[in-house]
């Protein structure tokens, strides 16, 4: 169950503080099997547990240099973080093909890297946990609070807009897995808003969990166990 708790819920939403951090050691691999893409504002420390656990099955990971405020925190545009992800894919070495995992507009942006962008063929597959992937209230509030005069970002994930409308009417490339995670304690991105519509439950599924919030998603163990045998099964097959 989610946190009754407003402190606790807070954390669980919004913190810890050390997310919005620089994270040196994550953007050093030039072939990991893993690219991370961290949520608005939010700096590449806040991927640090993904990739921890991952690692510990033999998955390295790398967070992508898609730029913002100071150099490293998620204040990009989506179409103008998504070119420069697209730029790096390209640029990795041959025949390497990665997973992304983006946290709320990180998956966004791993979507129009893929849908717009073109790079497709240098992914093995998405993840996304509590990304908006119908349009997000909670970027009104954000507009409202002034974040809008920050960055662009969030006035292209309000319900409606048109970026939201073009990826959800952009084809999918077919032979690619997409997976949507979202979960009932998110106060952020509800599973309401983080469905995708064109899911078979096959390559393309939506999975929800319960009561874990927007950024506890990130450091629950059981969690991250989840998208780490997603990811051994599509490799697998």
């Not at 690692?55 to 100071?70: C, D, E, I, K, R």
């Not at 990180?106 to 790079?119: C, F, H, N, S, T």
């Not at 519509?197 to 629950?220: C, E, Q, S």
Request: glycine share 10%; proline share 9%.
């Amino acid at each position: 169950m989610p946190p009754n708790n407003p402190l606790s819920s807070l954390r669980e939403n919004i913190g810890p503080l050390n997310i919005f951090l620089r994270d040196k050691a994550l953007t050093q691999d030039k072939a990991p099997a893993v690219i991370l893409l961290q949520g608005f504002g939010t700096g590449p420390r806040c991927m640090r547990p993904v990739a921890d656990h991952l690692a510990q099955y033999g998955l390295s990971s790398a967070t992508a240099p898609t730029g913002g405020l100071l150099g490293h925190l998620q204040t990009k545009a989506v179409r103008r973080a998504g070119r420069r992800l697209t730029r790096y894919l390209a640029k990795r070495p041959d025949g390497h093909r990665p997973w992304l995992i983006g946290h709320s507009i990180g998956g966004m942006i791993a979507r129009w890297a893929i849908q717009k962008g073109g790079a497709h063929p240098h992914v093995a597959g998405l993840i996304t946990l509590g990304a908006p992937h119908r349009g997000c209230p909670a970027a009104i509030a954000g507009i409202a609070l002034g974040l809008g005069l920050i960055s662009p970002a969030p006035w292209s994930i309000i319900p409606g807009a048109p970026l939201i409308r073009q990826l959800n009417a952009a084809p999918w490339p077919m032979h690619l897995p997409f997976i949507s995670i979202t979960s009932t304690g998110d106060r952020l991105c509800a599973p309401k808003w983080g469905r995708v519509d064109f899911a078979d439950d096959d390559l393309v599924r939506n999975i929800v969990v319960d009561g874990l919030g927007h950024t506890a998603m990130l450091r629950d163990p059981r969690l991250l166990d989840v998208l780490r045998k997603l990811i051994d099964e599509r490799r697998a097959a």
